[in-house]
């Protein structure tokens, strides 16, 4: 049956009118990341390695989403109800869609994410899977085959007569670019299923083989060899992806697996990557054609919130045309999807172990173990990079002669490390074709020369506001001479302040000066060299507070000896109004004493008062109502029980006050 289609400008009237575009720029890719996709099912995967795209179709919302390598969104195009299945031009210029809703091909150009045909199928119900071959997109629909030819003048759309299976659904589709004229299809989802191989290199497409396979199928692909067609769950192997030969689809091979298979998909240099619906196991393995046991395994995490980790999607599995990644769509228990990207999924991940001695003498040989090996197995002879970082030689640090493995793939080296304090090891393997790049390192003290630093001041109280020099002095070093001072106040609300940084005098002296304001706690750093030790040195020097203090209320002032007294009527009370430094929460000492008949001083009582944001405190003091009462006041500041601790213990003048008639 040959049907001319409509042409393309009639064609794009009828769709575009539905479709909506946003479009985003262009970005770089990057590798082994997942990105959450904002599409709520979907139907396929297409790689556009010139672009570096990636198309998702969700057929539930009707839409396709193109991401770059890294999952970021570029572009939606929207209005494709029930579009699924999706196939890259062999130019790259056109992304191929099948609408299932519309009985529709549409395409997609590339560059600019533009729909820019839309190709009727009448006849052909549900057009679902596309594969590319030999420029023609092959399309399978409800219960048969077709093609779609856009090469000439105008497009033809041609179903296939005699398919030579009565397909069961929207039959599955597989081809590679490396094998032209083959096409593969097959039955998915049943526990028999039908597969067919067919040569589509001439006019009409002619059965080249089919047989009812056991299997439930998910996804299937072809060799680029064109020999063999892998499918998922396999025919009396169990859990795998089988290997049936495109001569007569019997099974050579079958790849193991976890449960339960949903997905295949094989790279142009023939690495295969099967998926599984594993949510307590790997979800992505990776192998070499031939080799039964992974060379790699992909365990996607729990972003959901049920015990087992998020699942592979059905089918959701494709390769960048360069093989240098693998796309997979995985699912939570939310229904949230995520773009994986895996960057070089061919390769094998060695590991590589370092091991070097706990400490070491400086100059002194030592010696490095380590191991290298990889479920590929690696040749003995490897050479690895080895690269020592110390204060000498700081990163990228200095290349030392190569290592090679032995058999087992171990190997050492010695080295006499020539700078002391903390040496590190570190050891690469480059990678080939087949082994990704792998490196490990180790690190070991390397003694030094025990350094003196030392700090003057330490325990010494000064007025407030004094401006203190504190001189640090440096013994004898290998080869640096500069020191750090730094300053620490008490009180939170001050940080550690660096005070000066230089080189020390000739003597070995380096002086700062520190403005005292707070008690303080000055460090003398030297961080040393590749032969003296580092060294610190620490003094706690203490800052008075400032307290000044006014007697008010008097009616003269008079000397009694040589002390200057407040003269107060004996029923007039005393006013003493003081200053002092403030802090958050700070109260002053009020502090009363009364000269007894003994002629001495006796302490009547003391207590503390507030200070106000600006340091402020008056008191007044009950006047006594009898006269010839002689007494002293003061304020103090106490550490600690003035409320802080960032001063020191500071005490006002005394104030005296002479009561009369």
Same mark, same amino acid.
């Given at each position: ?36 996709? +904002? ?28 991401? *770059? ?71 399978? %629909? ?18 296939? *007569? ?20 083959? /096409? ?20 009409? +497409? ?53 449960? %339960? ?50 699942? /592979? ?43 070097? +001695? ?25 050479? /690895? ?88 002095? /440096? ?107 403030? %802090? ?52 103090? %500041? ?24």
């Amino acid at each position: 049956m040959r049907t001319r289609s409509i042409s393309t400008a009639t064609a794009l009237a009828v769709l575009f009118s539905s479709v909506a575009l946003t479009v985003g720029a262009a970005g770089s890719a990057a590798a082994d990341s997942a990105e959450v996709l +904002p599409v709520s099912s979907v139907g396929d995967i297409a790689v556009d390695g010139v672009h570096r795209r990636v198309y998702v179709s969700d057929p539930l919302v009707g839409k396709i989403v193109v991401t *770059d390598y890294a999952g970021k969104v570029k572009g939606t195009l929207t209005g494709l109800p029930g579009v699924s299945g999706l196939t890259l031009s062999a130019d790259s210029r056109q992304v191929y869609a099948a609408v299932s809703d519309k009985n529709r091909i549409v395409s997609v150009e590339t560059d600019t994410y533009t729909l820019t045909a839309s190709y009727d199928v009448t006849g052909a119900k549900g057009p679902a899977t596309l594969e590319t071959v030999d420029g023609k997109v092959w399309f399978g %629909y409800d219960g048969g085959l077709g093609s779609l030819d856009t090469s000439g003048a105008e497009p033809v759309v041609e179903l296939v *007569d005699k398919p030579g299976v009565e397909w069961d659904g929207v039959p599955l589709l597989g081809s590679d670019p490396k094998a032209p004229g083959v /096409l593969v299809a097959g039955e998915r989802g049943n526990t028999w299923a039908d597969v067919a191989v067919y040569d589509v290199a001439g006019a009409e +497409p002619v059965l080249r083989t089919t047989k009812n396979l056991t299997g439930n199928f998910k996804q299937l692909d072809l060799t680029p060899d064109g020999e063999q067609v892998l499918t998922t769950w396999g025919d009396g192997f169990g859990y795998s992806f089988p290997a049936y030969s495109t001569k007569d689809l019997s099974q050579e091979t079958a790849y193991p697996t976890d449960a %339960y298979p949903n997905a295949v998909a094989i790279a142009s240099d023939g690495t295969i990557a099967g998926g599984s619906d594993s949510i307590y196991d790997p979800d992505v393995h990776i192998y070499q054609p031939g080799v039964k046991v992974p060379v790699r395994e992909y365990d996607f995490p729990n972003t959901g919130n049920t015990s087992g980790a998020d699942e /592979l999607v059905p089918g959701a599995l494709a390769w960048a045309p360069d093989d240098g990644h693998l796309f997979a769509v995985s699912v939570n228990s939310f229904g949230t999807f995520s773009l994986r990207t895996m960057a070089e999924p061919g390769k094998s991940l060695p590991t590589l172990t370092v091991n070097a +001695p706990e400490k070491a003498p400086r100059a002194k040989p030592l010696t490095v173990t380590g191991k290298l090996t990889d479920t590929v197995p690696l040749p003995a002879g490897t050479v /690895l990079k080895v690269t020592r970082t110390d204060v000498e030689s700081p990163a990228p640090g200095k290349a030392l002669p190569s290592v090679k493995t032995k058999a087992d793939g171990s190997f050492s080296f010695t080295d006499s490390p020539p700078a002391g304090g903390k040496v590190t090891y570190k050891v690469a393997y480059a990678g080939d074709a087949t082994h990704a790049a792998a490196s490990a390192s180790d690190s070991v003290t390397v003694s030094r020369t025990k350094t003196t630093l030392t700090l003057d001041k330490n325990g010494k109280a000064y007025a407030y506001g004094a401006d203190v020099s504190f001189t640090a002095h /440096l013994g004898s070093t290998y080869k640096n001479r500069t020191v750090e001072i730094w300053a620490d106040p008490y009180g939170g609300d001050k940080p550690k302040k660096l005070v000066k940084k230089g080189t020390v005098n000739s003597r070995g002296n380096l002086s700062a000066t520190v403005d005292m304001k707070r008690d303080t706690k000055v460090t003398a750093v030297f961080s040393g060299d590749a032969r003296s030790a580092s060294a610190s040195a620490t003094s706690t020097a203490y800052a008075r507070v400032k307290i000044s203090s006014t007697v008010s209320k008097h009616y003269r002032t008079g000397k009694i000896g040589s002390t200057t007294y407040h003269y107060f009527h004996k029923s007039t009370d005393p006013y003493l109004a003081t200053k002092m430094t403030y %802090y958050k929460g700070r109260k002053q000492r009020f502090e009363l004493q009364v000269y007894g008949v003994d002629r001495k001083w006796h302490a009547s009582g003391s207590e503390y008062f507030a200070l106000s944001p600006d340091g402020a405190s008056t008191v007044r003091l009950k006047a006594p109502g009898q006269s010839g009462i002689r007494a002293r006041i003061r304020s103090a %500041y106490v550490n600690a029980s003035s409320g802080d601790n960032v001063n020191s213990t500071t005490y006002g003048a005394w104030k005296y006050l002479n009561f009369t008639r």
